[in-house]
């Protein structure tokens, strides 16, 4: 055991006990059944879907039973972290809707960055230390690639424990040695000798009593003394912080069950009330015929910022979120299921498939449920900060554009759903702006299906000649059947089919080249209404341009 004088010495001489900061973090003044939670991401890259998944959970049982959730920054690992991914935590979860209460320069118990907490963690790392609960060691890399080798080759568990941690029984005068020399070292927990042949059993809110192996690890705390800052590891960092922010629901991912025996070795070394945990089951992906954790590497819809990007309305991608946590919402209506409470007891242990395919068809649902500007404010708001020149086009053609969009959505059952996301915008509305629109100009354009030049630029010269604006759809399209029996077109597929050598078409060949003149495509919502969301001068100028 090494002596106070000497622990105390590797620390700054006005560092404060834990008392200190015991009295600084006092217990949260709240209701007995409220829960504080916490989302810890790591700046190491954008946040994943899963920790939109986790921080929904986390939002929402803290705030229902009159807690608080907080957002913590993980940032001990500062060799990978990525510049501006703290920004974009937040901008996510702004998007979403789901700020924490207590983050960043708000809350009485920050700060909420851990690298911004060092003097923190070394208080109780110089207690642990001064009652030899940790201890210094100096093995360096080389070491302890020998030692898994040897661990490997005698088949018995790998890590630094036992008679395999070099440090652990080391005298006072070897530990002050290699100090005098200025040898680099780390702290490492003294792990109970007991621990070796115990089992843990702890109950998790999601999964019940579960039982694992206690670790024998003599796990670092506080990484090497040659760096600046001077960090501790996860698992120091999280036991101090979760305890001083009085934090007593910890939500995480399923990976962390294995770490829980020796978060509780902690909690217990340094006199803290252990934490309740839930460990969620990680969000999957299906993969030819195997299933396997959606990757950030691999797909792009593991980032939040594809969402965002894309445009999803956070409603829908919020909603799918919480059919996924707890299955009896997943076809739950819109405001019931955002409405509805999370619970713990209702996830489940198999990790759910995330489904593009799904998402897309809710949120498609979800936008034919919004007014047509609501539908103009979110798509603008959207392509002012990713689509420039979509977001000039709405800033000057709003009325055009409320009148497209309310294009086979106003006033009917069965509202179109070709608008799932907000970029999905130039493609389904795109063509009613003049900016955005290409006339379609060459009367042998494929698209004209293959009829004869001639033709197509006889129908549209007649069209052009006696078009009128009717309000009656049905006498709106009688101009285009007049036009196609004119030319010599069949009244119906059925009777071109019989004869194909007599006529040019059928009348579906026909009103085709008004749609593809109109719409620049051989798909569109009903023309007619088209039509006249555009106006007579543009109907005319677009036909026209086939003469």
Sequence with gaps: MLDR???????????????????RYPPRQQPAEAKVTRLGPSPTGSLHLGGLYVATLNADIARRSGGAYLVRVEDTDQAREVEGAVEQFDRAFAYFGLQPDEHGETGSYGPYTQSQRAMIYQSYVRELLRRDQAYLCFATKDELAAITAQQQAQKVPTGYYGTWALWRNASAEEVRAKLDAGVPYVVRFRTPAEAANQRVHFVDA?????????????????????QDPRLPTYHLAHVVDDHLMRVNLVIRGEEWISSVPLHLQLFAALGFEPIEYAHVAPLMKQDGGSKRKLSKRKDPEASVDYYIETGFPAEAVLHYIRGLLNGR???????????????LS??????????????????ADYVATLSGAEVFDAVRTWAGEYDAELATVLAKERDLALRAISVERDG?????????????????????????????????????????????????????????LVDDPQEWFGQIRELAAKHGFAKNP??????????????REAAQVFRVAITGSTRSPDLHAVASALGTPEVLRRVGSLR
């Design 5 to 23: 004088t000497l622990v105390d010495s590797l620390f700054p001489t006005d560092l404060p006990d834990p008392a200190f900061w015991e009295e």
């Design 206 to 226: 999601i999964r019940g009593r579960l039982e694992h192996e206690a670790s024998r690890n003599d796990a670092v705390l506080l990484k090497s003394s040659d």
């Design 329 to 343: 919402l997943a076809d739950t209506p819109f405001t019931e299921a955002l409405d509805a409470p999370l619970r």
């Design 346 to 363: 209702e996830c489940g242990v198999a990790g759910p498939l995330v489904d593009m395919v799904k998402l897309m068809d809710i949120s």
């Design 412 to 468: 009917v059952d069965n509202p179109r759903k070709d608008l799932r996301v907000w970029s999905d915008f130039r493609t389904a509305y795109g063509f009613f702006f003049d900016d955005l629109f290409q006339p379609v100009t060459d009367p042998s354009d494929e698209r004209f299906g293959g009829l004869d030049p001639a033709v197509v630029r006889a129908l549209a010269a007649d069209f052009v000649a006696g078009y009128q």
């Design 494 to 507: 059925k009777e071109y089919k019989k004869n194909p050598d007599a006529y040019p078409g059928s009348i």
